[in-house]
């Protein structure tokens, strides 16, 4: 069963390698990087500090909206390296089988690739503040964000698909847990204050 699933996520790479275009490499690069999406960061954070601090006041909840993000952000960078080091699945440019056939628009990137770190953590970053700001435009819009960045990552050749499914799986995870976290101690700050 393992083979098997091994081998499909072969071909799932290959295929989605294999479809590529010089305009498609350029948006795919684009969506790999993590420095062109800072200005979104910035946006997410410009608009949780004028919604929650701002408009409704409540400055501490603002702050531990920021914490718990940057949690997420931390422990998804930290969870996927850790099951990178236990699996050491190769990414698919260190894998000899695949050597002059997968196209290597980013480089090899590190030896290994299971979970994928890109998709944990914007998986993450789209859980969490899904939850938090509660509207629905904003949430398929981050969602499909999450997703196109993620499938990057194969179409670049720096995983396998399995690689940024199990990444993603893994920052929602933890992205549902500081929420719930956060909405603990919101309610517990919320009844010591009647």
């Not at 590529?20 to 795919?28: A, G, I, Q, T």
């Not at 954070?45 to 501490?60: D, N, T």
């Not at 700001?133 to 196109?148: G, M, P």
């Amino acid at each position: 069963m393992a083979e098997l699933l091994s081998d499909l996520d072969t071909r799932l790479l290959l295929l989605i390698n294999g479809f590529h275009s010089p305009f498609w490499d350029k948006v795919m690069l684009l969506f790999t990087a993590r420095l062109p999406w800072i200005p979104l960061y910035a946006l997410i954070l410009g608009y949780i500090i004028h919604r929650f601090a701002l408009k409704e006041g409540k400055g501490w909840y603002t702050l531990s909206i920021i914490a718990a993000i940057i949690a997420t952000f931390a422990l998804t960078d930290i969870g996927s390296s850790f099951i990178k080091d236990l699996t050491q699945r190769l990414r698919p440019g260190h894998d000899p089988r695949l050597e002059n056939i997968v196209r290597l628009l980013d480089g090899k990137g590190g030896m290994y690739g299971f979970v994928s770190s890109h998709a944990a953590n914007v998986f993450g970053l789209a859980t969490i503040t899904s939850l938090i700001f509660r509207r629905r435009a904003y949430s398929i819009s981050i969602f499909l964000w999450a997703a196109t960045v993620s499938y990057s990552r194969v179409y670049v050749g720096r995983h396998y698909p399995g690689d940024v499914i199990f990444g993603a799986l893994l920052g929602i995870l933890i992205a549902l847990l500081f929420y719930r976290l956060l909405k603990i101690k919101y309610l517990q700050r919320k009844k010591g204050k009647r």
